[in-house]
């Protein structure tokens, strides 16, 4: 079967373009679960044997509706929407970096081969790493910076710039922009991981269709989703630990990498804590997604007409052009003649 960017002629700025903005729209609708996921990943959970729970910013969240509740009862309905603005531009830049080297890396592999096939899965999965390792290198800062956000006590919030510089200010200096980039870059197999079942899942349900409905795009774009959360979802835990503010029992000091996360979760949360905060991220990704996907085929098919009418406009200038260069050199003619 053709690819299907071969049967859709938009190029990679224009996919680019198409993935930027579903994202934006998809995150925007869904942004209260991404504060509540991220809350309750960074807060250290009670264990059986302490007296009082451990907590982050003086407050322990038992579920997301708790989360929620006391959150909206805490900060207000502003809450739920603290850091959206930088999380809104990581996204769209995080996104568009992500559709752009991932239609130029699949093009390319596709143009290369002496036949044009499908790629495998495993080719899906190895372009998809590729494409995401070259977007989180451009915008790993603004992620490292919402997450400050987001995790930022009431009396203490901070706009973008004022939180950046925060991070530059801290022991780490510059580099703690790019804090937690051994882990997305890890990560990067949870966009290849999504893309790649997207791909494989329409060939299965929807073999041969060029353009898919809105509902048909939200189910492939959920279920792929869901299948890379819980996969990937101890490195996410990881990624927002390494990012956040660290916690109070180690007094200040800073993450040096994901494992000794993982470790410190372990110690003092148990395994399982390494899915906490699971239901809101599932939740998210799964709506996300397939708001993504269900915006982008709309996204696709907008661009694909508005980049038909550029090309017919200017197909019609440059004929409208020749023929009056021809009436013209017609008019002049017969002077240069005489």
Same mark, same amino acid.
Do not use: C
């Given at each position: ?10 190029p990679p700025w224009g996919n680019a373009l198409a993935g930027a903005t579903g994202a934006v729209l998809a995150n ?13 990943? %960074? ?22 509706? &708790? ?8 900060? @207000? ?10 999380? +809104? ?14 239609? %130029? ?42 997450? /400050? ?5 009431? @009396?203490?919030?901070?706009?973008? +710039? &004022?939180?950046?510089? =925060? %991070?530059?200010?801290? =022991? ?16 990067? %197999? ?11 899942? /329409? ?12 509902? =048909? ?17 101890? +490195?996410?835990? $990881? ?45 998210? @990704?799964?709506?996300?997604?397939g708001l993504l996907m269900m915006t982008k085929e709309r996204m696709d098919i907008l661009f694909i007409l508005l980049f038909a009418y550029v090309r017919k406009a200017r197909s019609a200038k440059l004929?409208?052009? $020749?023929? +009056? ?14």
């Amino acid at each position: 079967m053709a690819s299907r960017s071969s049967q859709l002629p938009l190029p990679p700025w224009g996919n680019a373009l198409a993935g930027a903005t579903g994202a934006v729209l998809a995150n925007a609708i869904v942004y209260p679960l991404d504060i509540v996921k991220t809350r309750l990943q %960074v807060q250290v959970k009670r264990k059986s044997t302490d007296l009082e729970p451990i907590k982050i910013n003086d407050t322990h969240y038992t579920s997301s509706i &708790d989360a929620i509740k006391q959150i909206v009862d805490d900060e @207000g309905i502003r809450g739920l929407y603290s850091g959206m603005n930088g999380s +809104l531009i990581g996204v769209a830049s995080t996104n568009f970096a992500y559709f752009y080297w991932y239609s %130029v890396v699949r093009t390319l592999y596709i143009s290369s081969q002496a036949s044009p096939k499908h790629p495998s899965t495993a080719t899906e999965l190895s372009l998809g790493a590729v494409a995401g390792a070259a977007a989180q290198l451009f915008t790993i800062p603004v992620s490292v910076v919402t997450t /400050r956000q987001q995790t930022q006590p009431k @009396g203490e919030r901070k706009g973008l +710039l &004022d939180t950046g510089r =925060e %991070v530059v200010h801290s =022991e780490d200096g510059w580099t703690g922009l790019w804090r937690g980039l051994k882990a997305s870059l890890v990560l990067v %197999v949870n966009p290849a991981i999504t893309y790649g079942a997207y791909q494989r899942l /329409r060939e299965f349900f929807f073999a041969g269709k060029t353009n898919l409905r809105p509902w =048909e795009a939200f189910f492939l774009g959920a279920m792929s989703k869901a299948l890379a959360t819980i996969v990937t979802q101890p +490195l996410i835990v $990881a990624k927002v630990g390494l990012q956040s503010r660290p916690p109070p029992a180690r007094n200040g000091r800073p993450f040096k990498d994901f494992l000794e996360v993982m470790s410190f979760i372990v110690e003092n949360e148990g395994p399982l804590a390494l899915f906490k905060g699971i239901a809101p991220q599932i939740t998210k @990704g799964i709506l996300v997604q397939g708001l993504l996907m269900m915006t982008k085929e709309r996204m696709d098919i907008l661009f694909i007409l508005l980049f038909a009418y550029v090309r017919k406009a200017r197909s019609a200038k440059l004929q409208k052009a $020749a023929e +009056l260069a021809t009436s013209r050199a017609k008019q002049l003619l017969p002077i240069a003649t005489k």
